[in-house]
């Protein structure tokens, strides 16, 4: 091994690693092992799987940031690449940075093809090791994994302990297999050390920066959430990149809800036969007052359409999570983008208006659904917890989740038994108080409780009608109940910094590389402000914030500024202040695209 | 504490049932169906079952999609909660409500459009499930709110009030759900009462889903000539093939073979019986496939069988299948559902 | 009969009727007997029909506007009310302006309750009459019908042998119909003609304002369209106020389709089991070469979703006619509104963007039926027509429509087998002049014209891709088709008057009321200019047009201003500029409510 | 003037058919299936009927939904329009390409999840319209591509891979399309391949609608010891009822009773032939409720009854019943769709 040009340079604990495998080969295990090092080493880091809409046999992709400043969103930069697939090699070490590195497996060596003379190639043998050390196809394939995670913690001086430690909690006490993992850890480990100068300039050391945190994943924090709020019925058909938050919440389920004595489940999972019949489900057991959810991606939301409208118009509470893929279409259903955000603002036919909000990142994920299952039977109606691909599936660091003991679901307005026996009659849609919403009743509870649930026009009692008069007012109290909305969602997080003339606004996953972007305009004294929309209807202090700034910049993922026409429309705003920064490629945000679209639209304003 | 509904003073000549109803209580607001509609028909049954069955009314959910016997729910059980939900979707709000509270009695009604076009996926998926509710079809072939369009289950040959003739061969309710494994299939007229009221008392007590397919001519499109879903089309093609008698749990049974062969005693899951009377000799209710043959005989001779055409009192509801606690969701205490800020602790340590 | 106030005062031509009847006793081709005779008299008329979601036995109305100049839109004025429904007596009487009329069967007098002092009453004993004349329950419930018909043209002074005419005509050979409903006629105009002095100083007189014209509804103008334009396949299911389309494409078909010799027919008919179907069908068609449409309402096009993803993704013509009804949900199936605007122009997940039609009148709807499925095939996606029930089901007074023989159908980029057969190969999603759209091959022409049709992510070439870039370059170019489509739909339709200084915005069937409204603020010296939008996405000399005001009143039918928020979004015109004029309530817009809206902001405008 | 594929030279060794045609110019791209999938033996299997069928591939079109099966339209036929639509939603795209153009070859190919769960109200009223198509449901028991949860195909007791035991009664494609009226109805076992491609010949021709379900092991996600859908269960409950042998229109009956039974013609619209063998001597392929009675019994023994196990000639198919020109509409010269400027005037004389 020759070191590159630029290669002596030494970062510590600030790179980016990025892993090509074959999917289906158990690369992801030995992937997050590698993070989750970083993590226990207490440096703050960063991983996303970027994988194929395939089951076994294509390229895919890891990304690992290690960001001793905390900065964890996805970088464009490659340090070191693990080029594991023949099939991406020559697009992989395009990749890398000059005086970059590239780790590949020299059992059949491929020097003429890693032509760039500008980074370092690292060849070790692992196939050629984990042939000769264990026996079986799949227990090979498997170690090979392993065996670069040794080579890497060689090379990049990562603590041996810590990964015997965390192959301990893995296997638990599978004794057989945390040997054989760590006899392949020492294979790439031994081998390495041997044959190359350890560790690089490019290596960690251990910090302290992660205590009180965790690495956990949004739709596991989300699907978490929902136990603690109390749901007991999720309805849902699989769909990528949704389906492991039901994982979630059956599994905490399982563990957490089952009564010991009996063996009974206190809560009831449906697998249903589609997503019209699993947002139909969920709007049955709202009714019926339970708590109710359904976790999709925006093809469910799609075919959910016709009844999110009766939910809005009857006033039903449900909980919808949409974990946003590519669209449109099928689209690309293993990439990340927020395309869904209009969708989900006015899904339907008619004059509607949702509830969404917009968790960043796995820890908002879980208070959010929390926060959703109360704004669902406080407003009455469907509400959507808008995460994405990037946020659902990958690890991301986040502190601690907390719990308050003393929390209670706010039901909203439902009445009693106690209070239906003492009212003469019950008109389900009457707004005593002025806040738009009505009290409602249970079936089963009390028969003065009893109406008649309707998509149909209805009149405040409850009745039918095709009065116009009488449809008007209910359409009008249901604007009103919007206004209530906004005051109820989580509200905008804002960033000031002196001076700052311009401002960014944006939401969801960006958050992470706006806030990384920021610091760099700050270090080039350029000072912006910063409002992070987290919930729909918008509260009108967003609409003030734009008013304060000559120029907002709406970063978003989609192709269309969705969220800028959202932002105009509903505030009232001029268009003109209003710059989109837009990434809709599927990959997730980083730091320099909005630098880069921030300079252009500064200069232009300089030029002009 | 539960509520009961306060009985009103009941007229000197007006029945009450044990919980001091009476007959009227099971009623609700006026039909706004065509009159002589078949529809207002199994209205009238209902309102009789679930008096004679003597359930307290507000603990029935009456749920429905859209279309004139969707409409119907509200002309019944004045005191029950309803749900008029959207076209072809009655299954799956059913579905949810029963998922959150077992304990709710759950009445479906839906038509041959609502059930066999746009609600065929549904409905059969409620039959997978076997869920535990009664799901009444009010058959008339054709989509009576939307003007006499055909529906799925028209038969073929059959006119419409403007000439066209039906080229597609039905979906027949009886036979797709015997394919699907259903645990109550039956089928009835609403011109025939004696048998329709019975059947919905047993479809009532049934645990799981109970099918009741009636034929309810549509006065205004389809009951002319050559329709095969008029009125004096079934009266003459009507061909029950089992009667069956409800009787309540402390009742005795009035075992009596009737003219046509010997009682069956079927046990229900609460203690109640059905006493299955076969009019047609040759006919076993209890198998699937058996039944399956003699429907589609009959039926390629134009005979509509009807009467309880197959039951299977074996097969677990989906409660009992996911093993769901025996109270309603909805009556869990939050702390029994939360599992506190000690045990978050403990789960995130697997998260570092 | 005395007069009441004002009731003297003579209001030819220029006076509005309203008739109340329970729904399925055959009042409306009565109604449209007497709205076709004032029509072939000579004289402008507007006929609506406020029916219930029902089939028999509920309040039903029918309203009558004969306008000699012209003014056809709704009007909230009631001069003469035909009460036949004793149901809604009280209601109907309250409507009557002072110093109108209300004609009432007085078989069963109800003098006591029809009080007001400012009206007069007309009572005719038709069903005693009829009861006598007639025999048979169903005769005698339909002759009343005509019988009040009878009994207008004595009181308004219609031309009894136009009546004579048009029963011929709608009864053709069958003489004896035609005899009982001529004796029904007299029935009513014997005894008015007997006991009251005729004619009412409300009356008619011959005009010559209606040649050239028909009276048509817009749901059969747009069957025939679809005729006309060689649809081939239409696939639907049910819905109000939809279904009369495919009614009227099936009739044109089975009299125009049907070949003579061997009674094929030339276009096949899908009663599809439901909405998803029938637009799956129609991609179906549409990709294998065929003309193909769906006509449905709002909550079908939320159910059809998905699929229209689908079709903007992979660019597959679809013509899609949603015929809008009161949402959201089920709401008021059988009222009016403009509720599905935004629905259409964004429907689906992910970034999409839809063209859209906006017809204003049956005339339009048979124009823009052709021009959709041009625009379909042209721009390879699906295109909406916009209509409403108050166009689709009611008739309107157009002129005549005409044919150009030389007509050929536009079917865009279209590779045929001869240019297959010179290629090496075919890529499906290249564009290769920069307007946007490719060149598209069909099914069974040419094997060098095969591809792989998806949703999911796809390159230029037509090949899967889950590559950012690749993904990338094809939604910039389907924003490309955008812009293109923006110059190909119907350009917006502009009024300008001398002097304006503000404008009106509008859409659909909103047209009438609005030009109604431009002519009272002429009439009072307040010029407005006019711009009706005809089609999406918008042209931009929109943005010029409203720039060049200083308020711009946008008047659509629904509650959320869905239209000023499009206008809002895509133009990025000031905000502040635009004011809501908005009609929800079910009821065709008047234009009383547009000139009291207006007048509400300009004195405001004024006073600040 | 029509087009066809210019035969590629063909390898000394490579067989082509009366189009010059080679095996490899039915092949698609590079399959992306885990290895093993049964769901690529089928695709091998319809390569080879198509080549043997002679069918010129552009004359094909394959309709998929989504999931691994609905992927493997692309690995067949390279030359004919692929059309890979949404989740469920194949049937209708077919029905629209069948409607604009009935002289393409419509194959659809789908999954259970696909057919059976959100695609369930499409499937049935496929069958129910009998449009002429061949459609090829790859059943594995489970979503493959979302990664094995449990599909409605899934039998009672069978083990998830991650140990979940399925408890609800699974949706029998046959017993199901049995009881819609289906004209053909057949399983096989994609590791039977001799079953197989016959089959497929036999469904390409048969006019209206040919179902085949293929049993196809899921080799990731369902192909572990308690599954029932896995290759060692196919291979030991597999039990062939019926053999159909397909002989196209010149050929000669090779007349031969086999090891069971005698030989049974089937004449198809086009002048070809199915021979069923039945390996079930109690077995009638014609009989719809005896079918449904044989399926079910062995079913109810855990066992898979395979072959052509329902065949109807007689039923029309869409085009027949709609009484639709023989001819593509797709072809339709404009002049015969417009009725002209004078019909328009003469038209509109009603509507003054
Ligand atoms: C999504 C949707 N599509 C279409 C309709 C229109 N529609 C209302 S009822 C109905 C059919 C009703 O037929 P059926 O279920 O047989 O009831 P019936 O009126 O005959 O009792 C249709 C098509 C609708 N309400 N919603
Ligand atoms: C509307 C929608 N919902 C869910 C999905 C996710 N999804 C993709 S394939 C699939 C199931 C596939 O199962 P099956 O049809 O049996 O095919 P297999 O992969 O087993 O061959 C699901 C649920 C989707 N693509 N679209
Ligand atoms: S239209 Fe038919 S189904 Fe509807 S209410 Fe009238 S008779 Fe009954
Ligand atoms: S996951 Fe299963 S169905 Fe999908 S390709 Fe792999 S083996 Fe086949
Ligand atoms: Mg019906
Ligand atoms: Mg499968």
Same mark, same amino acid.
């Given at each position: 091994?020759?070191?590159?040009?630029?290669?002596?340079? &030494?970062?510590?604990?600030?790179?980016?690693?990025?892993?090509?495998? &074959?999917? !289906?080969?158990?690369?992801?295990?030995?992937?997050?092992?590698?993070?989750?090092?970083?993590?226990?080493?207490?440096?703050?880091?960063?991983?996303?799987?970027?994988?194929?809409?395939?089951?076994?046999?294509?390229?895919?992709?890891?990304?690992?940031?290690?960001?001793?400043?905390?900065?964890?969103?996805?970088?464009?930069?490659?340090?070191?690449?693990? *080029?594991?697939?023949?099939?991406?090699?020559?697009?992989?070490?395009?990749?890398?940075?000059?005086?970059?590195?590239?780790?590949?497996?020299?059992?059949?060596?491929?020097?003429?093809?890693?032509?760039?003379?500008?980074?370092?190639?690292?060849?070790?043998?692992?196939?050629?090791?984990?042939?000769?050390?264990?026996?079986?196809?799949?227990?090979?394939?498997l170690m090979k994994n392993v065996a670069y995670v040794g080579a890497l913690a060689a090379l990049l001086d990562i603590d041996l302990e810590v990964i015997r430690g965390l192959l301990n909690d893995i296997f638990a006490s599978k004794d057989a297999l945390i040997a054989s993992n760590l006899q392949a850890i020492e294979l790439g480990h031994g081998y390495v050390r041997e044959h190359y100068p350890c560790p690089l300039p490019l290596r960690v050391e251990p910090s302290d920066k992660t205590s009180g945190h965790i690495l956990i994943d949004g739709n596991t924090a989300a699907g978490l959430g929902c136990v603690y709020a109390g749901a007991t019925v999720g309805a849902w058909y699989p769909i990528t990149p949704s389906t492991s938050l039901m994982d979630s919440f059956k599994g905490f389920c399982h563990r957490h809800r089952i009564d010991e004595?009996?063996?009974?489940?206190?809560?009831?999972?449906?697998?249903?036969?589609?997503?019209?019949?699993?947002?139909?489900?969920?709007?049955?057991?709202?009714?019926?007052?339970?708590?109710?959810?359904?976790?999709?991606?925006?093809?469910?939301?799609?075919?959910?359409?016709?009844?999110?409208?009766?939910?809005?118009?009857?006033?039903?509470?449900?909980?919808?999570?949409?974990?946003?893929?590519?669209?449109?279409?099928?689209?690309?259903?293993?990439?990340?983008?927020?395309?869904?955000? *209009?969708?989900? *603002?006015?899904?339907?036919?008619?004059?509607?208006?949702?509830?969404?909000?917009?968790?960043?990142?796995?820890?908002?994920?879980?208070?959010?659904?929390?926060?959703?299952?109360?704004?669902?039977?406080?407003?009455?109606?469907?509400?959507?917890?808008?995460?994405?691909?990037?946020?659902?599936?990958?690890?991301?660091?986040?502190?601690?989740?907390?719990?308050?003991?003393?929390?209670?679901?706010?039901?909203?307005?439902?009445?009693?038994? =106690?209070q239906l026996e003492e009212m003469a009659y019950f008109h389900r849609y009457t707004d005593v108080d002025g806040d738009g919403i009505c009290a409602r009743s249970l079936p089963g509870v009390h028969p003065t409780g009893a109406f008649f649930t309707r998509g149909s026009g209805h009149n405040k009692r409850g009745d039918y009608t095709e009065n116009s008069e009488e449809y008007a007012e209910v359409m009008d109290r249901l604007a009103r109940k919007s206004e209530t909305a906004a005051t109820l969602v989580p509200e905008p997080l804002v960033t000031r910094n002196s001076g700052a003339r311009h401002a960014i606004i944006s939401v969801g996953s960006c958050d992470d590389a706006v806030r990384e972007a920021l610091d760099i305009f700050e270090q080039r004294d350029i000072p912006l402000n910063y409002l992070r929309v987290r919930g729909f209807p918008f509260v009108e202090s967003i609409a003030d914030f734009i008013r304060a700034?000559?120029?907002?910049?709406?970063?978003?993922?989609?192709?269309?500024?969705?969220?800028?026409?959202?932002?105009?429309?509903?505030?009232?705003? =001029?268009?003109?202040?209003?710059?989109?920064?837009?990434?809709?490629?599927?990959?997730?945000?980083?730091?320099?695209?909005?630098?880069?679209?921030?300079?252009?639209?500064?200069?232009?304003?300089?030029?002009? | 504490m539960t509520y009961v509904q306060k009985p009103r003073p009941a007229l000197a000549w007006e029945k009450t049932n044990s919980l001091g109803l009476t007959r009227r209580d099971y009623e609700g607001s006026l039909s706004t169906l065509c009159a002589g509609c078949g529809h207002d028909s199994i209205t009238a049954a209902i309102v009789k079952a679930f008096f004679e069955l003597e359930v307290p009314p507000h603990q029935v959910v009456k749920i429905s999609g859209i279309g004139c016997s969707s409409k119907t729910p509200a002309y019944f059980l004045r005191t029950a909660h309803g749900f008029n939900s959207v076209h072809g979707r009655m299954p799956s709000i059913a579905t949810g409500a029963n998922a959150a509270n077992s304990d709710l009695v759950c009445v479906g009604v839906s038509g041959d459009g609502d059930s066999l076009s746009i609600g065929l996926g549904q409905f059969a998926h409620a039959v997978r499930r076997n869920m535990n509710m009664l799901y009444i079809i009010e058959n008339n072939g054709v989509y009576g709110l939307t003007k006499g369009q055909f529906s799925a289950s028209a038969d073929v040959g059959s006119k419409a009030k403007k000439g066209e003739v039906n080229q597609q061969s039905p979906i027949d309710p009886m036979l797709l759900t015997l394919s699907l494994g259903a645990s109550f299939v039956a089928r009835s007229f609403s011109g025939d009462k004696a048998q329709l009221v019975p059947l919905i008392k047993a479809g009532i007590r049934h645990k799981g889903f109970a099918l009741i397919d009636v034929m309810s001519p549509c006065v205004t499109f389809n009951d002319h000539e050559d329709s095969t879903k008029s009125y004096s089309y079934m009266r003459r093609y009507h061909?029950?093939?089992?009667?069956?008698?409800?009787?309540?749990?402390?009742?005795?049974?009035?075992?009596?073979? !009737?003219?046509?062969?010997?009682?069956?005693?079927?046990?229900?899951?609460?203690?109640?019986?059905?006493?299955?009377?076969?009019?047609?000799?040759?006919?076993?209710?209890?198998?699937? *496939?058996?039944?399956?043959?003699?429907?589609?005989?009959?039926?390629?001779?134009?005979?509509?069988?009807?009467?309880?055409?197959?039951?299977?009192?074996?097969?677990?509801?989906?409660?009992?299948?996911?093993?769901?606690?025996?109270?309603?969701?909805?009556?869990?205490?939050?702390?029994?559902?939360?599992?506190?800020?000690?045990t978050l602790a403990d789960i995130q340590k697997a998260y570092r």
């Open positions: 091994m020759t070191e590159k040009a630029a290669g002596d340079a &030494v970062r510590i604990n600030d790179f980016v690693i990025k892993l090509a495998n &074959v999917n !289906g080969t158990g690369s992801a295990s030995a992937n997050s092992l590698l993070m989750k090092a970083f993590f226990r080493m207490g440096i703050p880091v960063m991983g996303k799987n970027y994988f194929p809409s395939n089951i076994q046999g294509l390229p895919t992709w890891y990304e690992v940031r290690v960001s001793g400043d905390g900065y964890t969103a996805h970088n464009n930069r490659v340090d070191l690449f693990v *080029a594991m697939n023949a099939q991406t090699y020559e697009q992989d070490m395009a990749e890398v940075v000059p005086g970059g590195y590239l780790l590949y497996d020299d059992t059949w060596p491929r020097e003429k093809m890693f032509d760039r003379d500008d980074i370092t190639l690292i060849g070790v043998p692992l196939a050629k090791m984990c042939n000769e050390t264990f026996s079986g196809v799949r227990a090979r394939i004595d009996t063996g009974e489940k206190r809560f009831c999972i449906v697998q249903a036969e589609d997503e019209l019949a699993a947002i139909g489900i969920v709007l049955g057991a709202g009714w019926a007052g339970a708590r109710a959810f359904t976790p999709t991606s925006g093809p469910g939301i799609s075919l959910m359409s016709e009844f999110i409208g009766y939910g809005y118009f009857a006033e039903i509470p449900a909980v919808i999570f949409d974990v946003q893929r590519v669209g449109p279409s099928t689209g690309m259903p293993t990439r990340t983008q927020q395309g869904d955000i *209009a969708m989900c *603002a006015y899904a339907s036919h008619g004059d509607t208006k949702h509830v969404v909000l917009f968790p960043a990142n796995p820890e908002e994920c879980f208070y959010f659904s929390v926060a959703a299952f109360d704004l669902a039977e406080r407003l009455q109606t469907p509400v959507f917890v808008l995460s994405d691909l990037d946020i659902g599936m990958n690890d991301w660091m986040c502190p601690e989740l907390k719990w308050d003991d003393s929390y209670k679901p706010d039901r909203g307005k439902v009445l009693t038994a =106690e700034h000559e120029r907002v910049f709406v970063v978003e993922m989609n192709r269309d500024g969705q969220l800028r026409n959202l932002l105009i429309a509903e505030l009232g705003v =001029e268009p003109s202040r209003l710059v989109s920064v837009l990434e809709y490629s599927g990959m997730p945000l980083a730091a320099s695209l909005v630098v880069e679209a921030i300079d252009g639209t500064l200069a232009e304003g300089v030029a002009a | 061909h029950p093939a089992v009667q069956a008698d409800f009787i309540a749990p402390a009742a005795t049974i009035q075992a009596s073979g !009737g003219e046509h062969g010997e009682a069956i005693p079927v046990q229900l899951h609460d203690g109640s019986r059905i006493m299955l009377r076969k009019a047609a000799p040759d006919y076993d209710p209890t198998d699937r *496939a058996a039944a399956f043959e003699y429907i589609e005989r009959h039926q390629r001779r134009g005979e509509v069988v009807t009467g309880l055409l197959y039951i299977n009192e074996q097969r677990s509801s989906m409660h009992d299948l996911a093993g769901t606690v025996n109270s309603p969701l909805t009556e869990m205490a939050y702390e029994k559902l939360s599992p506190g800020s000690k």
